[in-house]
């Protein structure tokens, strides 16, 4: 069983940054692979970033490529998703996952654990 809280989201302005934190306990965390999703209202949860199985690798949706950067902490089992130049269509609640295997990071159904979301407000 793994445990994942989130934290950091907020009310920002456009152009703003906020990074948004994933603790992570329970089982090693080593073993699992994070990834970040987001669900606007009335709107379906879709793909923010992931890290994949190889290396460092990484993911991002197009719509966030070049202005979020996902990272971890190791030692602290905490992954960060650092958001900059946010747009109002970021608004969003935030959730990380967590799976135990699967190639596709930015499926959601490969994802066993989730925690509980943090909302993201981006004012115009």
């Given at each position: 069983q793994v445990q994942l809280v989130e934290s950091g989201g907020g009310l920002v302005q456009a152009g703003g940054s906020l990074r948004l934190s994933c603790a992570a306990s329970g089982r090693t965390f080593s073993n699992f692979r994070v990834g970040w999703f987001r669900q606007a209202p009335g709107k379906e949860r879709e793909f923010v970033a992931a890290f994949g199985w190889i290396g460092a690798s990484t993911y991002y949706a197009d719509s966030v490529k070049g202005r979020f950067t996902i990272s971890r902490d190791n030692v602290k089992n905490t992954v960060y998703?650092?958001?900059?130049?946010?747009?109002?269509?970021?608004?969003?609640?935030?959730?990380c996952a967590a799976r135990r295997s699967g190639v596709r990071p930015s499926d959601s159904n490969e994802y066993d654990y989730w925690g509980q979301g943090t909302q993201v407000t981006v004012s115009s």
């Open positions: 998703l650092q958001m900059n130049s946010l747009k109002p269509e970021d608004t969003a609640v935030y959730y």
